[in-house]
C-alpha cells in the first residue's frame, strides 16, 4: 500500500483503478490482489473518498483476511483515531505474516505515543538481527518513520547510520532532515547536489527553493520555484513557493498574479483565496479582497487550519472598508475555534480604535488582558496598535517603562520606539532606541524601520548611517 503520488499516475496502477471502477459500474464482480486493493482504497482515501475507500478496503479484506496492505491500512485508520490498542491488534495479526512491516507499525505507534526513546530502542534492537545486504533499507526506513513524526533529531541519528551511503535516496532525506532542524543552508547544498544528478526533478527544485525560502534568500528562491514551473507549469507547488516568496519581497501585485495562477490549478483550496486577500489588502483593493476572502471562507471546512486567518483578514478587510460592526462579527466567529483567543481580542480593540470607538476599544484590550494575565507580548501588542491608530503620545508614554522595566533578554518594542521618538521629534531618543532595536532584535528593526533606509541595508548599519545623516545636515 503506497501514498505515493506518482504510483497514483502510473500506468499500472491507473490500469488496476479502471479495471476495479468498471467492475464496481457494472455490479459484476471481480477478483483482484488484496494489496492491490489497499492501494487503490489509499488511493481513494489520498482524494478524500472515504467511502469508496472503505469499500475497497473491506473487499479486500473479504479476499484476504491476513494480507499485510488491508491490515496495515485498517492499522493506520485506528492509530488516525488515536485507538492505539486496536492499532496494536491489527500489527499482532501483520505479525505472522510480514514481521518486519509489524515492528515498523509497531514502533510507529509509539512515536504517535510520543514514546519516542522506547521507539528508537525497539529500532535498534531490531538492528542487530537484519541481514548486512538489507541494512541500508532498514536504516532508511526507520529514519523516514521519524522524519514523517517531526523527529527530526532521531531522523538525523539514524541517517547518520547510512555509512556511507551515497545514493539520492539518503542524501534526500538528509536534507529535508536538516531543513526540519532549520540547518537550511546545509539543506541547500545538498538539494543543489542532487539537482546535478537530476536537474529535471520538480520536487528537489521545489525543495531547493523552500530551504532558500526559509533562510530568506527570496530572489533565489524566485529562480528555483522558475525552474520548477518550466518542467512542469501545472505544478501547485511550483507555483505557489514562486507567489510566496514574492509575496515576501513584498511584490503584491506578482505574488497575487501567482496565487491566482495557484486557485486555478487547486479551484478548491482556501489556501490560493486566503492569500489573494492578503495581497489585495497590501494593495489597498479592498472591495475585492472581500470577495476572494469570502470565497476562501465558503471553500474552508471547519476544520481548515486557514479558518482562523481567514476571519481575521476578512475584519480587517470590513474594518478598511469601514463597517466595524461585520468586522468584528468575523472576530466574534473565532470563538469557538482552536486559535489565541487573547490575539483576537487585541485586534478586536484595534479595529474599534481604528473606527473612533475608543470605550469599546479600551474594553476589548482589557478583556485581552485579563484573558493573559497581562502578558508582556500582550501589553506590547496593545501599545502597537496605540501607535498604528495614531496615538503616538499615549503609545511613547506607555512603551518607555515598558521597555525600561523590560528584562534583560526582553528583545521587542524597541523598533517600535523608535518610530514614536522619530515622530515626537525627540532625536537623540530615536537613534537610542535604533541602535537598541538593531541590536536587540535585527529582524524586528528591518521590517518596522527598514522604509527609512536604503533597499538591502542591513539593520546593524542603521545606526551609523543616521549619525552620519544627521552630521551632514
Not at 543552508?185 to 544528478?197: A, G, M, Q, T
Not at 527544485?205 to 532558500?212: E, N, R, T
Not at 478548491?268 to 470577495?291: I, M, P, S
Not at 476572494?292 to 476578512?314: F, H
Amino acid at each position: 500500500m503506497t501514498d505515493n503520488e506518482e504510483y497514483f499516475k502510473s500506468k499500472g496502477f491507473q490500469k488496476l483503478l479502471k479495471q476495479y471502477e468498471a467492475s464496481v459500474k457494472s455490479g459484476q464482480p471481480i477478483y483482484m490482489d488484496a494489496d492491490d486493493l489497499a492501494d487503490i482504497a489509499d488511493y481513494y482515501q489520498y482524494n478524500g473518498k472515504m467511502a469508496d475507500a472503505d469499500a475497497a478496503i473491506n473487499l479486500a479484506l473479504e479476499y484476504n483476511p491476513d494480507a499485510v496492505g488491508p491490515l496495515l491500512y485498517k492499522a493506520r485508520e485506528a492509530l488516525s483515531r488515536r485507538d492505539f490498542d486496536n492499532a496494536r491488534a491489527y500489527a499482532e495479526r501483520m505479525e505472522a505474516v510480514d514481521h518486519l512491516e509489524a515492528l515498523y507499525f509497531k514502533g510507529e505507534i509509539l512515536i504517535a505515543e510520543e514514546k519516542v526513546e522506547e521507539a528508537d530502542e525497539l529500532f535498534r534492537e531490531q538492528m542487530k538481527e537484519i541481514e548486512s545486504d538489507e541494512l541500508m533499507d532498514y536504516v532508511y526506513d526507520v529514519a523516514s518513520l521519524f522524519f514523517d513524526y517531526n523527529c527530526f533529531n532521531k531522523a538525523f541519528e539514524w541517517v547518520a547510520r547510512s555509512q556511507g551511503d551515497d545514493s539520492d535516496d539518503f542524501k534526500e532525506l538528509m536534507a529535508r532532515t536538516l531543513f526540519g532542524l532549520g540547518k537550511y543552508k546545509d539543506s541547500e547544498r545538498i538539494f543543489n547536489e542532487l539537482i546535478d544528478h537530476d536537474p529535471y526533478s520538480t520536487r528537489y527544485w521545489i525543495a531547493l527553493a523552500s530551504a532558500q525560502f526559509m533562510n530568506e534568500d527570496y530572489q533565489s528562491a524566485i529562480t528555483s520555484s522558475e525552474y520548477a514551473i518550466a518542467i512542469d507549469p501545472n505544478d501547485p507547488d511550483s507555483v505557489l513557493s514562486k507567489a510566496n516568496s514574492l509575496y515576501n519581497l513584498e511584490n503584491y501585485e506578482s505574488a497575487l498574479t501567482y496565487y491566482q495562477r495557484y486557485s486555478q490549478i487547486l479551484e478548491d483550496d482556501e489556501f490560493g483565496y486566503l492569500h489573494q486577500g492578503t495581497c489585495l489588502v497590501n494593495l489597498g483593493r479592498f472591495e475585492e479582497a472581500a470577495k476572494v476572502l469570502q470565497q476562501a471562507e465558503k471553500l474552508a471546512n471547519g476544520d481548515s487550519p486557514y479558518m482562523t486567518e481567514i476571519y481575521q483578514e476578512l475584519s480587517f478587510t470590513f474594518s478598511e472598508l469601514h463597517d466595524p460592526d461585520r468586522a468584528v462579527s468575523y472576530i466574534d466567529k473565532t470563538k469557538d475555534l482552536d486559535c489565541d483567543h487573547v490575539n483576537m481580542e487585541i485586534i478586536r480593540g484595534h479595529i474599534l480604535l481604528a473606527n473612533k470607538r475608543s470605550q469599546e476599544a479600551e474594553e476589548a484590550f482589557k478583556k485581552a488582558l485579563k484573558l493573559c494575565n497581562n502578558a508582556p507580548h500582550a501589553i506590547l501588542r496593545i501599545i502597537v496598535s496605540l501607535y498604528d491608530n495614531h496615538y503616538v503620545y499615549p503609545a511613547y508614554l506607555l512603551l518607555k517603562p515598558f521597555l525600561k522595566h523590560a528584562k534583560a533578554n526582553w528583545k521587542d518594542g524597541y523598533s517600535y520606539m523608535a518610530l514614536c521618538c522619530m515622530d515626537l521629534h525627540k532625536k537623540k531618543e530615536f537613534l537610542q532606541y535604533v541602535k537598541l532595536g538593531s541590536e536587540k532584535n535585527p529582524k524586528e528593526a528591518r521590517l518596522v524601520l527598514g522604509f527609512l533606509f536604503p533597499e538591502g541595508m542591513k539593520p546593524s548599519e542603521y545606526y551609523d548611517y543616521l549619525v552620519k545623516k544627521f552630521e551632514h545636515r
